[in-house]
């Protein structure tokens, strides 16, 4: 499944798409490359934190403007959060390959420069709406496997929290009302 996942999303980051396909979306792109972040971040990758960095400058740079960025910087983290649990209820099944996957995309070698623009592997230059400092633009967290598998765990107790205190509802099926009569006797 994850193959499957991983492969769809980095075809959308690619934006590769079949012969009379729909074109991918802004929010979809990132969505995708916030999966596949999760995916590097779930399985432990080196690379993690230098495809962070790009990621963000992806974000920062194909955003026509900062409400669409906010709403592609939500997209990312949902997507990013989405495929860490997908990993994590699979107890982090398949993770050499998509060790192997992750730290061997073309990603990798994209150029970031110091105002922001960054060059793609096959030479899209993709410039931010206003130039800023690369080097702020992502701060290195240790603690990132660490946080996001606290969340995980935190949400799968308030979900199961919330089930046990949830209201039990009598299933009645309106077709059979009229039988029940003859058998509650």
Excluded at 29 to 49: D, I, N, P
Excluded at 72 to 94: C, D, H, I, P, W
Excluded at 162 to 178: H, T
Aim: glycine share 6%.
């Amino acid at each position: 499944m994850e193959k499957i996942f991983f492969g769809a999303a980095l075809l959308c980051l690619l934006n590769i798409s079949a012969v009379n396909a729909k074109p991918v979306t802004y929010q979809e792109e990132m969505y995708a490359l916030g999966a596949v972040s999760g995916q590097g971040l779930a399985c432990k990758s080196a690379k993690y934190h230098q495809f962070e960095l790009l990621a963000r400058a992806i974000v920062i740079g194909k955003a026509p403007n900062a409400a669409v960025q906010e709403d592609g910087l939500r997209q990312y983290a949902n997507g990013k959060a989405s495929a860490f649990m997908e990993m994590e209820e699979t107890q982090f099944a398949g993770c050499a390959e998509i060790l192997r996957r992750f730290e061997s995309q073309p990603i990798f070698k994209s150029v970031l420069y110091s105002d922001g623009k960054l060059k793609l592997p096959d030479g899209t230059l993709i410039k931010p709406r206003q130039p800023y400092d690369a080097s702020k633009l992502y701060v290195k967290d240790r603690e990132a496997f660490i946080k996001m598998d606290a969340m995980y765990k935190n949400s799968v107790a308030e979900t199961q929290k919330a089930m046990q205190n949830a209201k039990k509802v009598p299933l009645k099926d309106a077709r059979y009302e009229s039988y029940s009569k003859q058998f509650s006797k």
